[in-house]
């Protein structure tokens, strides 16, 4: 089949576009407002983007809590979503009022970064403390903006847990991290996938 994106005339029950650039790491982002509120938001347009200096990127459809936060700051992190945190995750990603605290809502226990005033996921194998580079708006083949806000930051920090370390490297096979593989599918490096549906405020 070819169809051309713009008419999305693919005639499937559902856009296969998704489900064909997969797996896609999941950027578990915490943030915390300038007056002090926490968040924490789930995007699975999320990536390293450079190593030397070490880069990553995530991209929010929509100006949400984590974009407005980043912007007050200029600090943000990443926790590592690992198969154990599944569910936690999946719990954090409900929309809710701006304030609302999803570690509260994920049960999950929110640590500061150690060089940035920003939470990470106390209960995570793995935690990028990032410092911001660029908040930009990408745009389409005719110029004009998406409604995307792409954000970029420099990893400072990096905590790692000693449960996933095995002869001086990370095994994968342990800390199992989730990709989102489309639709409402994800998968943790193995060969099973499996369905998760948001949920409702």
Not at 63 to 77: A, L
Not at 86 to 105: K, L, R
Not at 149 to 158: C, N, Y
Request: overall charge neutral.
């Amino acid at each position: 089949m070819f169809y051309e994106t713009g008419a999305n005339a693919h005639g499937l029950k559902h856009d296969p576009f998704k489900a064909i650039v997969a797996p896609r790491p999941i950027g578990w982002i915490g943030t915390k407002a300038a007056d002090g509120r926490r968040n924490l938001s789930p995007y699975s347009f999320f990536n390293a983007v450079s190593d030397r200096p070490k880069l990553v990127m995530f991209s929010s459809s929509g100006h949400k809590d984590s974009v407005t936060n980043i912007e007050e700051t200029g600090v943000f992190t990443c926790s590592l979503a690992s198969r154990h945190l599944a569910s936690q995750m999946n719990a954090s990603s409900v929309a809710v009022p701006h304030g609302v605290d999803e570690f509260d809502i994920a049960k999950l226990t929110a640590v500061t970064g150690r060089l940035v005033d920003a939470p990470y996921v106390g209960e995570a194998y793995a935690a990028l403390e990032c410092r911001m580079t660029q908040i930009l708006r990408p745009v389409d083949v005719d110029g004009r903006e998406s409604g995307n806000w792409v954000v970029f930051g420099q990893v400072v920090g990096i905590h790692i847990s000693p449960e996933i370390i095995r002869d001086g490297l990370l095994d994968m096979a342990v800390a199992r991290p989730l990709g989102r593989m489309g639709y409402m599918d994800y998968s943790d490096g193995g060969a099973d996938v499996f369905a998760m549906m948001r949920p409702k405020a």
